[in-house]
């Protein structure tokens, strides 16, 4: 079974940092693709940032100037650090991971979420 464990959601005030990570476990052969993606009450589900295990990054045009999403192949973890928060960065963040199992079966699984709050 694969597992991923997120960590790092808070109470920051604007323009304070954070750092979520995110950690997947299991018998995974690879993980390709990650991302961040956030849902605030009264709104859908949005992508954040993401990732590729070849390094190409994607983020949501909100968060470009102040998040960053990274990688650890290593440690099949991701990060997001976050800066200059804003109040509308409050949200539920989930980790999504995508790739192989070590059965050979692909697999695209979701974090339990982390709550990120901003005040102002």
């Known amino acids: 079974q694969v597992h991923l464990v997120e960590s790092g959601g808070g109470l920051k005030p604007a323009g304070g940092s954070l750092r979520l990570s995110c950690a997947v476990s299991?018998?995974?052969?690879?993980?390709?693709?990650m991302g961040w993606y956030r849902q605030a009450p009264g709104k859908q589900r949005e992508l954040v940032a993401a990732?590729?295990?070849?390094?190409?990054?994607n983020y949501a045009d909100s968060v470009k100037d102040r998040f960053t999403v990274s990688r650890d192949n290593a440690k099949n973890t991701l990060y997001l650090q976050m800066n200059s928060m804003k109040s509308e960065d409050t949200a539920v963040y989930y980790c999504?991971?995508?790739?192989?199992?070590?059965?050979?079966?692909?697999?695209?699984?979701w974090g339990q979420g982390t709550q990120v709050t901003v005040s102002s």
């Open positions: 999504n991971a995508q790739g192989v199992t070590g059965y050979g079966l692909r697999f695209n699984y």
């Open positions: 299991g018998r995974v052969i690879s993980v390709n693709a």
């Open positions: 990732t590729t295990s070849g390094g190409s990054t």
